[in-house]
């Protein structure tokens, strides 16, 4: 079956960074996008961005260009997310989800159990 | 402010029949397909409907999807203690370039 499993919960000190990673198994890891989507404390969802397993393209948001980067390891059949230079309203679930195509058109069918970053001082 | 709008709330009573609005515009769900999400609490988001009115294997049919122009509902037929949840609409957005979400519709089963 398949199944994301994301890494534990963080606390960071503002400036610093954070990598999340998301290990997939039950399906081929190069065959689906993987797309990143975070929701602070109480709040809506937010779209950070995807990867491509297979060749390792990304496409962030604009909102996070300069600040995320989201890296694979098909050895493993792990994807990860780094998020730097955090500030307090980056305390959020950070989610990783399966996805067929770039745009979600068919949207995320399998998600990871969410991963709390903390962000504060 | 999301992109997308959705009523905050939204409740009915067992066996109800209740529908959750989504309206955008021409740059999302104008041109692109919608889908929707069931977020139990403290859980990850499930895909309750993709492709407009697509359900995904093991989502029970009380569960409908509807598109007509820049707006998107969905339907809860014979509503169940277990649908109460936040539900939420997404589509991408040809002038933002991002997937865009409604703010979420936090349903009440009385």
């Known amino acids: 079956q398949v199944q994301l499993v994301q890494s534990g919960a963080e606390v960071k000190k503002p400036g610093a960074s954070v990598k999340v990673s998301c290990k997939a198994s039950?399906?081929?890891?190069?065959?689906?996008?993987m797309h990143w989507v975070r929701q602070a404390p109480g709040q809506g969802l937010e779209w950070m961005g995807w990867?491509?397993?297979?060749?390792?393209?990304?496409n962030y948001a604009q909102k996070f260009q300069g600040r995320v980067t989201m890296t694979r390891d098909t050895s493993i059949s792990t994807a990860y997310m780094e998020l730097s230079r955090l500030r307090s309203d980056d305390t959020a679930v950070y989610y990783c989800?399966?996805?067929?195509?770039?745009?979600?058109?068919?949207?995320?069918?399998?998600w990871g159990q969410g991963t709390l970053v903390t962000v504060s001082s | 402010q999301s992109v997308l709008t959705q009523p905050p709330s939204a409740s009915g009573t067992p066996g109800q029949r209740v529908t959750i609005s989504c309206s955008g515009s021409?740059?999302?769900?104008?041109?692109?397909?919608v889908n929707w999400y069931q977020q139990l609490p403290g859980t990850a988001p499930k895909l309750l409907i993709y492709?407009?009115?697509q359900r995904p294997s093991g989502v029970p049919d009380r569960f409908s999807g509807s598109k007509s122009g820049t707006s998107a509902s969905l339907a809860i037929s014979g509503l169940q203690s277990e649908d109460e949840a936040d539900y939420y609409c997404?589509?991408?957005?040809?002038?933002?370039?991002?997937?865009?979400f409604g703010g979420g519709t936090k349903l009440t089963v009385l």
């Open positions: 021409s740059s999302n769900i104008g041109s692109n397909t």
């Open positions: 997404a589509a991408w957005d040809d002038s933002l370039n991002v997937v865009v």
């Open positions: 492709s407009n009115n």
């Open positions: 990867i491509n397993p297979n060749s390792g393209g990304t």
């Open positions: 989800a399966r996805v067929e195509d770039t745009a979600m058109v068919n949207g995320g069918d399998y």
């Open positions: 039950g399906y081929t890891f190069t065959g689906y996008y």
